[in-house]
């Protein structure tokens, strides 16, 4: 009676042994986070002019000298450099309904024009309000803090966080009675950052601001999160 023998391909031997190995390992999956605040040295500020006229022309005149007002107001303060946009500007037909004709009666033409700039000196937030609002500001932003020193404080935080995540692997390993073999993978996870929005008020409120003095800005947090991967026997 013949006996059978059974071949398997060469390659198809070295990929179990190899695979041997690994199969052994445990794959460990942690978030990473990283924290860092900065005091902030400079604040964005955002100022409004709006009126109405019959005469676009004259609507648009008008804005523009409560403009240069604006402009000339805030010389005296120290702008981060390219920072001042004085280019928005809107002009639309504004209606007001009649209830004796049963009809939409013409008002004139509104024209809006915005000016946005940052400034650097924090200190002097509520002289900044007070001056707009003295020029013709009809509605001026809250400010918007930021830092100079913003994209180190996201690089750093990115660092904390990549030490947070080697951290809770090595923790994972140690808890299973296993040691840490390597890191396969590191991916930084995009946070969720939405945009400041700048709360308006009116001109009036914004002397009253400036005129006590509350201006007491907070320190700004970057976060930053990373997601590791490793094996661990």
């Known amino acids: 009676m013949k006996k059978l023998r059974f071949f398997l391909p060469i390659q198809l031997v070295l990929g179990l042994l190899i695979s041997i190995p690994s199969m052994a390992a445990t794959q460990l999956d942690v978030i990473g986070r990283g924290m860092v605040s900065v005091g902030p040295d400079e604040a964005t500020i955002t100022a409004q002019v709006s009126l109405v006229e019959r005469d676009a022309g004259k609507a648009q005149a008008r804005a523009s000298q409560e403009v240069d007002a604006m402009l000339s107001a805030i010389k005296s303060f120290s702008l981060k450099p390219d920072s001042l946009n004085a280019s928005e500007l809107s002009l639309l037909p504004e209606y007001r309904w009649d209830r004796a004709t049963d009809q939409q009666q013409f008002m004139g033409f509104r024209v809006t024009r915005t000016i946005s700039f940052t400034i650097t000196e924090i200190d002097r937030l509520g002289a900044v309000l007070s001056a707009l609002a003295n020029a013709g500001a009809t509605l001026i932003s809250s400010p918007?803090?930021?830092?100079?020193?913003?994209?180190?404080?996201?690089?750093?935080?990115l660092v904390k966080a990549v030490e947070d995540a080697r951290k809770k692997l090595t923790l994972l390993a140690e808890?299973?009675?296993?040691?840490?073999?390597?890191?396969?993978?590191?991916?930084?996870?995009?946070?969720?950052?939405?945009?400041?929005?700048?709360?308006?008020m009116r001109a009036e409120m914004a002397l009253d601001s400036a005129a006590s003095n509350t201006f007491v800005p907070g320190n700004l947090t970057f976060v930053s999160e990373v997601r590791a991967q490793a094996l661990a026997e």
Not at 175 to 200: F, V
Request: aromatic fraction near 2%; proline fraction near 10%.
């Open 144 to 157: 918007v803090m930021g830092s100079s020193h913003a994209q180190d404080a996201k690089d750093e935080a």
């Open 175 to 200: 808890a299973a009675d296993m040691s840490l073999s390597s890191i396969t993978q590191i991916s930084e996870i995009a946070p969720y950052s939405p945009r400041p929005q700048p709360t308006m």
